[in-house]
């Protein structure tokens, strides 16, 4: 027997589960019955299946109406379907944007929402749009939806045939909300920029370790997010809404669970800044109520496909009830703009908080296959337990500027600006202007590609306040806006999903005018002689550095960079920064 003629992943045992949401599946002769619904939720539709049933709904009722939004890499339409009892954009409903499949192997969103859709249009559940209009889609990732396999998702129990985690362009899509380099993720990025949802949840399905909860979900936790008033309803209104709703039908509901150790949940979990190349990190930068639902892998298919069903539902009720408040607490922070902005967070290295677990049972034994000590989950529930929480501490702090200039050479950067809906002036004439600009050092380019993007970094301490002539066509961006802090991490080259950070600006890496050894070799030499505290930092140099001492090239770059034929925009970072 070969991997690709039968071995199959040896999963954790169940724990047996029952819930009132079975109640929700419909019977074997209701015609209105799901793919899904149909094979006990062992499989999933494909994509044209998927399409074909949304069309019969749409046909069936004026409830639902639908629209292809863009296009995936391979050319599948990308579709929005929009349930309202209206149709007529009105401001006083809450929007309601729910995207599932951006990973398509994890596909739970897609069938629990096919089956709500299909109950608020049979089966008298349109009191649920009575206060929102809810915008769904189905399937982020079409392509990699359509590269099923039973093996695609070794850690996950079910359905029977899973997408694959990447894009046709082998792009995790959930980590391009910054870069936006797929056609998917710019696709959804113009469509929230004009929907202007009130409330955004990215549907998923996790990996790792083996717990009781089968719902989870969570946001960029407290103390780093740059959207407090939505935080605060986030973690108090919405979590116990729809954690109070779970429970009362047979769910366990929980908080994002992330391991310090896979192996060993007691050692702590952690609750990190995430930085916003991910959906919830990036809705709380642009002052958007954004949530992160991780299913739980381990828990079969249906208990999953109805545990999303019942989060949906709870959340287009509360949705409808809560749009004044959480508008208010939108509005509040879109309006909020601190004094001093983080732009990078390191580990923390004691707990921030405890934390209560419910694990499942385990032993550890040493595995003759890896040759160290392996872990095997039992299956039974454990008492909860309080473990200790890691976070984040704050790394490199700016004060933030009144705003950037952008030269128009730079207009990528521009072009990015306007997919993230960042505000900005393109000035008709060339402007002069004082600025703050970064002299980058110690550049430094990982060795691996990330996501097909070289991942740069670079010592910004280095901070030259220059009279600088940006050319007619540069764009100038205030910070003080609603996506101010968003335009802040895509532009300050210290952030790590900065545009700079992920290669988009770097074409002051490089030197490309130099000057000959038997030209700059007599002129240092003369440089030397004529400059006196210029020979005292040569020779300590000399001595502090013997390798450099040793490098003939270095010892007359040194020079170079100190003479007038130097490049003066070499290593200065293009975009500057207005000070108050």
């Given amino acids: 027997m070969t991997a690709s003629t039968g071995w199959r992943a040896p999963l954790p045992p169940l724990q047996a ?10 019977p074997a002769d209701d015609p209105w019955r799901t793919a899904a619904e149909a094979d006990d939720f062992s ?81 008298g559940r349109e009191d649920l749009l009575q ?60 469509l929230i920029n004009e929907l202007k949802p009130d409330l955004f949840l990215d549907l998923h399905v996790t990996d790792g370790l083996d717990y009781q909860y089968d719902i989870t979900f969570g946001f960029q ?44 949940p007691g ?49 287009l009720r509360l949705a409808g009830q809560e749009v ?14 601190t004094r001093e902005t983080v732009l990078t967070w390191n580990a923390s290295e004691a707990p921030v908080r405890k934390t209560l677990f419910h694990a499942i049972s385990s032993e550890f034994y040493v595995s003759p296959a890896s040759g160290a000590e392996e872990v095997r989950w039992l299956g039974n529930p454990m008492p909860p337990v309080e473990l200790p929480l890691y976070g984040s501490t704050p790394g490199i702090k700016l004060e933030r500027p009144r705003g950037y200039w952008i030269p128009v050479a730079e207009n990528q950067v521009i072009q990015h600006l306007k997919l993230h809906d960042i505000e900005y002036q393109i000035s008709p004439e060339a402007v002069q202007v004082e600025v703050a600009m970064v002299r980058l050092a110690g550049v430094n380019i990982e060795p691996r590609l990330s996501e097909r993007r070289p991942v740069l970094s670079a010592d910004c301490s280095t901070i030259e306040v220059r ?11 205030p910070t003080g ?66 390798a450099f001492a040793a490098d003939p090239m270095a010892r007359l770059k040194w020079f170079y960079q100190r003479s007038p034929y130097r490049d003066d925009r070499h290593m200065l970072y293009p975009i500057g920064r207005v000070i108050e």
């Avoid at 819930?19 to 599946?25: F, N």
């Avoid at 959906?279 to 991780?294: C, K, M």
């Avoid at 004044?324 to 703009?337: G, P, V, W």
């Fill in 324 to 337: 004044s408040a959480l508008r208010a607490a939108t509005r509040k922070d879109c309006a909020r703009k």
């Fill in 481 to 546: 806006q609603p996506h101010g802090d968003l335009a802040i991490h895509l532009l300050e080259p210290a952030c790590p999903d900065s545009l700079f950070s992920q290669g988009f600006i770097s074409g002051m890496l490089e030197q490309v005018e130099y000057m000959e050894s038997y030209v700059i070799a007599p002129m240092a030499e003369e440089m030397l002689a004529s400059d006196a505290e210029l020979q005292a930092a040569f020779e300590a140099k000399l001595a502090a550095e013997p």
């Fill in 467 to 477: 009279n600088e002539c940006f050319p007619a066509g540069s764009a100038y961006v």
């Fill in 43 to 123: 499989t999933t539709p494909t994509y044209s299946e998927t399409l074909e049933y949304l069309e019969r709904l749409t046909k069936a009722s004026p409830i639902i109406r639908q629209r292809t939004y863009g296009h995936s890499a391979e050319g599948r339409p990308l579709i929005l379907v929009i349930a309202s009892l209206t149709h007529d954009n009105s401001p006083g409903r809450a929007r309601v944007f729910v995207e599932c499949g951006i990973h398509p192997g994890e596909i739970d969103g897609k069938d629990a929402g096919l089956m709500l859709l299909r109950d608020i249009v049979f089966r």
């Fill in 267 to 315: 050692l702590g979990l952690m609750l990190p800044s995430f930085p916003p190349r991910f959906s919830h990190s990036y809705g709380d930068l642009r002052h958007l109520a954004t949530v992160l639902v991780e299913n739980h892998s381990l828990k079969p298919t249906k208990q999953r496909v109805l545990g999303t069903y019942a989060l949906l539902e709870a959340t």
């Fill in 131 to 190: 206060g929102c209009d809810w915008y769904f889609v189905p399937v982020l990732s079409p392509d990699g939806h359509e590269r099923r396999s039973p093996f695609s998702r070794p850690n996950q129990r079910g359905p029977e045939e899973q997408g694959w985690r990447a894009s046709a362009q082998g792009l995790n899509l959930n980590r391009d909300f910054i870069k936006a380099d797929s056609p998917e993720i710019r696709a959804i990025l113009e």
């Fill in 17 to 26: 589960w029952n819930g009132a949401t079975e109640t929700l599946i419909a």
């Fill in 221 to 264: 936790d407290g103390p780093y997010s740059a959207s407090p008033e939505i935080n605060s309803w986030l973690e108090t209104t919405f979590r116990s809404t729809v954690s109070s709703a779970l429970t009362m039908q047979g769910h366990r509901p929980g908080p994002l669970i992330l391991p310090v150790d896979d192996r060993r």
